[in-house]
């Protein structure tokens, strides 16, 4: 019998449990189920989740494994630093929580192994993954072969998806070198930004990276040349040191002879003069050898925190924009150290020469790029020099060439080359993964070389600044994300296991990014109006904050309407800027006009977007409450000056006199190993309101959520809130008004409104949020309203046409990309291997019977902005006047029904169409007359990533949407010696509106006394918590008392009397009685406020708890009558 009460007991849980998940009082996380985790033999067709690079020559197993609950990374203690990682990641990018472990693992772990007896199968970089039976297997010859192949569990694991298929696979790299070029040089790539490339680097198995930069010099004969950009001694071995955890190699570069100003122009010493004894900042004085002293000093000095084995010393463009004979010296040097018959070209080599002595003598290896390999008459270049090659220019030594002579080359092709302002270089992924006959071999200038070659080490992309306002550095992060990806796919599988780059992108997009980036805070503020009291020498604000789409902050003083900026320098005659970034230190910032932030760079690749790059700031969080404010284009910081501050650009200021320098308490932009608590603000938000909607395009069947975000002070609690929304005609929203209590300081509740039109256009949308305490704020958002409903689009080739297409492994663009239904793809005119000249056109079919289309919509290219369509002429036919789209002549199409030119813009164009023309199937026809030039001044090619047809659609009605549960709400504490009335008084205002008629004398008379002595209660100033709580609870324990006159039976016996009494105490619905009242002291909280919504749930379960008590009551009596039978 003791089960068979278990039994009920457990029912009893369960029913509760289901019904407080029901409540939604709490919410499991989505997991696998325990009995699911491990290996499964039985058979499946699950796919495996394919990585970047590629696992080709995968090995099917029996059955699957599926990570689940209970599951491990398991390692010995040489691992251990990798299971964590490992485990951490799952954790984070799954809902199952995986732990790492030492010992035994089992077939629901993942095992990390070491092994050295695979170095000969492996390498130091592969690994195999082995999964069965006996769990999922990691194994790698080295350490880094093993975190190798975590990046690709990881990858797999982390796409929604976590059941694989068993199997085997090994894979190792194709090339030794893989990785990229990133010049942070001039201008500064902040330490965030190199750790976020570094950890992507680290998931695609990239290995190397050539850093163009600058170690702050710190020796007597370098001191100098400490201008901005630099990094500290302890910058670098940061991330040297983080790096050569994923087993990336960080190369050093001082580029030299050539392109060297950052270095010398404070050194007019060691500058080249040309003969008329003019210095060049960029050319360094090779006849000089305090010059070339100095050279070896930077060495030195780098030597000091990098721990590679190379150098890479640049040797490119010495005479760039000028010429050997503009320097007589040079030709004089050559002679005097290399003999009769020497050239410059020898005095430039033996320079190669002597850097490489010196490298090698402290073990390193020299890298030069290959334009520095010139012709000579007595010099020749060591054979033991790696060179990346980058440039084929006339007569220069072909990259067969140089392999044949058994040097080792880096393919550095300009293909692979990425500028922030040379709109030419930019890697075009999707054109080198669709030319089947590209590999690493695939040099510049069309020449090729067998890709087996041993001396080929490998290939990389580059990343150069050059006119660097015309990008911000998250900006790069953004647009070189998939060249990174695709390099790491053909240095490392060297395959194309992708029938073309839209396979490729998909599996890209469905990794997405490593761990570590997903959760760095690009934002640490929301958008809003603050106070930030360090900036008053610029501004007294307050300042509204706006996000912009690449993770910084446009900041407007609101008193001047005007915006932060980091735009100019001070000092006539100093150098104030590098690459049209103010990298002066002490250089203060100012106020100038707000610029527009929804431009993207692609749209606007030129310089105006460097007006708006201007006004960006990137605000870091000190994890402490205070925040540090950096130009986005600098990153220096801002900060108060001391007036102490010691750095070269500094001196020169001091040395004009005057207020050049900034004297103390002036905000100005300093290096962040000059600063600390004076680069420190405190940003203190103001009562603030935010609009976001979830689509700017509205449809009257598809209206749009608006969700406001009304935050209270920094320093305050809002008191309540109405939030009520301002519409123009045509426009309809629901609810009327939203009222949010009370929110705590610094918190942010939200109100949800949805939106719809009943017309066409764009209208802007207010939504006003009045708090009781007085404070106001406005949010507004602007919507495209359009009553268009899109008809579906053609499917089959023989429902469009065009006029030129360009499909082929140049690029594929086929014509069918405008009716697919994805922004990411489009048609494109032909361009290879030249473009067809304008004007273009795309036909298709469309319509229903008995409708008339009223609309087309056009949406240009979203990647770049290249062919988009200007001037245009729309045709529209029956589709009965010829047997395909394609058939169509020139004299059937007619003239057109409308003509006009669309905006140069990313969005979704409407051209609206005439009543006149035919109703049912037609065809369609764009043409376009004229393009806007890109920017590189081409308008030839039309590009078009999607073409529709709409019909008009009709009102529909409108419901509201649910408003959010989880707000926050201030809660109110009485303080110590004070008497809260507030639940008394709520409680008599209910109460008060009750008659007497409704109700029988004998219950209505006491509670007619209780409501007496609670209003007297109410009115004393006198009385104490216990009063107060006592009447309050007398009150309402008279008002659940009451029984209504309807209700009321007649007694005959004093058992009726009973059920009267009894029925009396259950509450009515809606009555207070369904309230019951809190008792406590004088210091215990108020917890009204903070119940929120579960009022409902906790009646759910308490009557779920009276439920399981008679249940139990009745088994009991069950159980005991069948115990009585058997006796």
């Known amino acids: 019998m003791k089960q068979l009460r278990f039994k009920a007991r457990g029912l009893c849980a369960l029913i509760a449990a289901a019904t407080m998940a029901f409540a939604g009082l709490a919410t499991a996380p989505a997991m696998a189920e325990d009995g699911a985790a491990g290996w499964n033999a039985a ?38 630093h990798r299971a964590q990682a490992l485990a951490q990641e799952l954790s984070a990018f799954t809902d199952v929580d995986v732990a790492a472990a030492g010992g035994a693992a089992t077939d629901k772990d993942i095992e990390l192994v070491a ?161 008329n004894g003019n210095k060049s900042a960029d050319r360094l004085d090779i006849t000089n050898p305090d010059a070339v002293r100095f050279y070896e000093t930077l060495i030195d000095e780098y030597d000091g925190v990098f721990d590679t084995d190379y150098w890479h010393m640049g040797a490119d463009e010495y005479m760039i924009a000028s010429s050997y004979a503009n320097y007589p010296k040079l030709q004089q040097y050559a002679v005097d150290t290399y003999g009769a018959g020497a050239t410059p070209n020898d005095a430039f080599t033996g320079f190669i020469n002597h850097i490489n002595d010196y490298v090698k003598a402290k073990g390193k290896h020299l890298r030069i790029w290959n334009d520095g390999i010139v012709t000579t008459k007595n010099v020749t270049l060591d054979k033991d020099i790696i060179v990346e090659y980058w440039y084929s220019a006339a007569g220069a030594r072909s990259p067969q060439d140089l392999l044949d002579s058994g040097s080792d080359v880096v393919n550095a092709s300009q ?52 006119t660097s306002d015309w990008m911000t550095e998250n900006e790069v992060e953004q647009q070189i994300s998939d060249s990174l990806r695709f390099i790491a796919q053909m240095t490392w599988s060297a395959s194309r296991p992708w029938a073309d780059w839209n396979g490729m992108k998909s599996t890209i997009d469905a990794i997405g990014k490593p761990l570590a980036n997903r959760q760095y805070v690009y934002q640490p503020l929301r958008a809003g109006t603050y106070d930030i009291p360090k900036l008053s020498s610029v501004a007294a604000g307050p300042w509204t ?76 969080a000190d994890g402490k409450g205070r925040f540090s404010l950096a130009p986005a284009l600098t990153q220096q910081r801002l900060a108060v000056a001391t007036g102490k501050e010691s750095h070269i650009d500094l001196d020169q200021m001091r040395a004009l006199g005057g207020d050049v320098a900034p004297k103390a308490g002036v905000v100005a932009q300093f290096p962040a190993d000059l600063v600390s608590d004076n680069a420190l603000f405190d940003i203190v938000g103001r009562f603030d309101v935010q609009a976001t909607a979830s689509s700017r395009e509205v449809r009257p069947s598809a209206p749009v959520d608006v969700t406001v975000e009304v935050t209270a002070a920094g320093d305050a609690a809002s008191g309540d809130v109405t939030v009520t929304p301002e519409l123009p005609e045509g426009w309809k929203v629901m609810p009327d008004h939203v009222d949010l209590k009370s929110i705590p300081a610094g918190k942010t509740a939200r109100a949800i409104f949805r939106v719809a039109n009943t017309k066409d256009g764009i209208a802007e949308l207010s939504f006003t949020a009045k708090s009781k305490t007085g404070a106001t704020g406005v949010a507004k958002v602007t919507l495209d309203g359009s009553t268009a409903q899109p008809l579906p689009a053609p499917v089959d080739a023989s429902e469009y046409a065009a006029d030129s297409v360009q499909d082929d492994a140049a690029e594929h663009a086929p014509i069918g990309n405008a009716f697919d239904g994805d922004l990411a793809t489009f048609w494109h005119t032909k361009w290879n291997p030249a473009n067809d000249p304008v004007p273009h056109w795309i036909a298709f079919k469309t319509g229903e019977d008995g409708r008339r289309i009223a609309s087309i919509d056009m949406t240009a290219r979203q990647d770049k902005m290249q062919g988009i369509a200007k001037d245009y002429e729309i045709y529209v036919v029956s589709a009965d006047t010829a047997v395909s789209v394609g058939a169509m002549t020139d004299a059937q199409w007619g003239a057109p029904v409308a003509k006009g030119a669309f905006e140069r813009s990313e969005s979704r164009q409407t051209v609206a169409l005439p009543d006149s023309i035919p109703e049912g199937k037609v065809y369609v026809k764009l043409k376009v007359l004229s393009n806007y ?38 809660q109110v504490t009485p303080q110590p010696g004070t008497v809260d009335k507030d639940a008394l008084r709520a409680e008599v205002d209910s109460a008060g509106g009750l008659e007497a008629v409704g109700y029988t004398a004998k219950t209505w008379t006491p509670f007619a006394a209780a409501l007496s002595d609670a209003r007297g209660v109410l009115d004393d100033a006198k009385a104490d918590q216990k009063t107060v709580d006592a009447v309050l609870a007398k009150l309402v324990a008279a008002r659940q008392a009451l029984v209504e006159v309807e209700a009321a039976k007649p007694t005959t016996d004093d058992k009726s009397g009973k059920d009267d009494a009894a029925a009396a105490a259950q509450p009515a619905p809606g009555d207070a009685g369904d309230k019951p009242a809190e008792t406590r002291s004088s210091d ?30 009745v088994i009991v009596l069950v159980v005991r009558h069948i115990r009585d039978m058997d006796e």
Not at 138 to 158: C, E, K, N, P
């Open 545 to 620: 904050l706006t996000a912009t789409s690449d993770g910084y902050y446009q900041m407007r003083d609101d008193a001047s309407g005007q915006c932060l900026v980091m735009d100019s320098g001070i000092g006539d005659g100093l150098i104030q800027k590098h690459l049209n970034v103010v990298t002066q230190v002490g250089a203060r910032p100012g106020l100038a006009a707000c610029q527009d932030m929804g431009v993207s760079w692609a749209s606007e690749r030129n310089a105006r977007h460097g007006t708006r790059n201007v006004q960006k700031w990137q605000i870091r």
């Open 1084 to 1113: 215990t909280p108020d917890q009204s406020a903070v119940v929120g919504n579960t009022g409902s749930s906790v009646s759910v379960i308490g009557l779920v708890a009276v439920i399981c008590a008679i249940l139990a009551t």
């Open 115 to 275: 092994d050295a007896a695979q170095q000969s199968k492996l390498g130091a970089e592969g690994f195999t993954l082995r999964i069965g039976k006996d769990g999922f297997k990691v194994i790698g010859a080295s350490d880094i072969g093993v975190f190798y192949g975590t990046r690709a569990v990881s990858q797999m694991l982390r796409q929604g998806v976590l059941t694989i298929p068993a199997g085997e696979v090994t894979s190792k790299p194709k090339y030794a070198e893989r990785g990229a070029t990133l010049c942070a040089c001039q201008i500064n790539m902040s330490t965030d930004w190199i750790n976020r490339f570094l950890e992507d680097m680290a998931d695609l198995r990239l290995n190397t990276v050539l850093m163009e930069m600058k170690l702050k010099p710190e020796e007597a004969n370098t001191s100098k040349a400490a201008t901005w950009s630099y990094y500290t001694r302890d910058d670098v071995k940061a991330f040297v040191q983080k790096a050569r955890s994923y087993g990336i190699d960080v190369i050093p570069e001082i580029n030299s002879p050539g392109h060297m100003n950052i270095w010398l122009e404070n050194y007019p010493e060691y500058q080249l003069a040309d003969r």
């Open 415 to 466: 293909r692979l080359y990425w500028s922030r302002s040379a709109t030419g270089y930019s890697v075009n992924s999707a054109a080198l993964y669709n030319d089947a006959n590209w590999n690493v071999g695939s040099f510049d200038g069309g020449r090729q070389v067998d890709p087996n070659n041993p001396h080929l080490l490998g290939a990389k992309v580059s990343i150069w600044p050059d």
């Open 933 to 970: 030039p890109d920017s590189l001044g081409l308008d030839a090619y039309t590009s078009i990533a999607e073409l529709h047809a709409n019909v008009t659609e009709a009102a529909q009605d409108l419901t509201a949407p649910d408003q959010p549960t989880d707000n926050p709400v201030e």
């Open 43 to 80: 058979a499946s067709t699950v796919e495996r989740p394919q990585t970047v690079p590629s696992l080709d020559g995968w090995t099917q197993g029996d059955g699957t494994w599926t990570l689940g609950e209970g599951a491990h990374v398991v390692a010995a203690d040489a691992l251990a």
